[in-house]
């Protein structure tokens, strides 16, 4: 657990993020369980993968469309976003742009 808060701390600053809600959001998505897969998340191939259960097109979009270098992996594999700190950093550039889509509404950024 020491090393997933250090990664939990570490996305949520990338981002400016409070990191309990982070962490909340692991907790709700996979108890907390970094090889969480949900295989009936999505279309045919499309699963939510990971601790914080992110789908590997959305994770590639954030990628493609970051101009930051906090995610920084060019060429994304599902085994890569299985990864906790990659897969936290993914689902923290994500949060990072619903809050400012919706205007920092947690509600609405998160459902």
Same mark, same amino acid.
């Given at each position: 657990m020491g090393t997933l808060l250090? $990664? &939990?701390? !570490?996305?949520? +600053?990338?981002? *400016? !993020?409070?990191?309990? &809600? @982070?962490?909340? @959001?692991?907790? =709700? #998505? /996979? *108890?907390?369980? =970094? *090889?969480?897969? *949900? !295989? $009936?998340? +999505?279309?045919? +191939? #499309? $699963? /939510?993968l990971g601790i914080c259960q992110i789908k590997y097109t959305t994770a590639l979009q954030m990628g493609m469309n970051r101009d930051s270098n906090c995610v920084s992996v060019k060429r994304l594999s599902k085994c890569q976003l299985m990864q906790p700190d990659i897969n936290l950093l993914y689902a923290a550039a994500y949060l990072r742009f619903q809050l400012n889509r919706y205007n920092g509404n947690i509600h609405k950024a998160v459902s």
């Amino acid at each position: 657990m020491g090393t997933l808060l250090i $990664h &939990i701390y !570490l996305a949520a +600053g990338a981002y *400016n !993020l409070d990191p309990a &809600i @982070l962490r909340s @959001l692991c907790t =709700v #998505e /996979s *108890n907390l369980q =970094v *090889n969480a897969v *949900n !295989l $009936h998340d +999505g279309g045919p +191939g #499309e $699963h /939510s993968l990971g601790i914080c259960q992110i789908k590997y097109t959305t994770a590639l979009q954030m990628g493609m469309n970051r101009d930051s270098n906090c995610v920084s992996v060019k060429r994304l594999s599902k085994c890569q976003l299985m990864q906790p700190d990659i897969n936290l950093l993914y689902a923290a550039a994500y949060l990072r742009f619903q809050l400012n889509r919706y205007n920092g509404n947690i509600h609405k950024a998160v459902s």
